[in-house]
């Protein structure tokens, strides 16, 4: 299960993160409150979950064919 990590924190809130499964960035700047930052990394995130996971799928499915010797 991918998660968020915190890459970038300025005056010690964070602003900018990354997944932990396929490092792709989020960050949400502006004049908002932590809290309010966290709330829209966490949609922005899950939504993302779900993509990553079934980008992920079909590069799972090639690495095995890969692996595979090919008949001769
Ligand atoms: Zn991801």
């Known amino acids: 299960m991918p ?3 915190v890459m ?4 010690g809130s964070p602003v900018a993160w990354r997944c932990s499964d396929c490092r792709l960035k989020f960050s949400v700047r502006g004049k908002l409150t932590a809290q309010e930052r966290y709330r829209q990394v966490t949609e922005e995130f899950e939504v993302h979950m779900k993509e990553c996971r079934k980008a992920g799928e079909p590069a ?12 001769e």
């Open 3 to 5: 998660e968020l990590i």
């Open 8 to 11: 970038e924190k300025i005056d």
């Open 60 to 71: 799972r499915d090639m690495a095995f064919a890969a692996g595979v010797p090919l008949p």
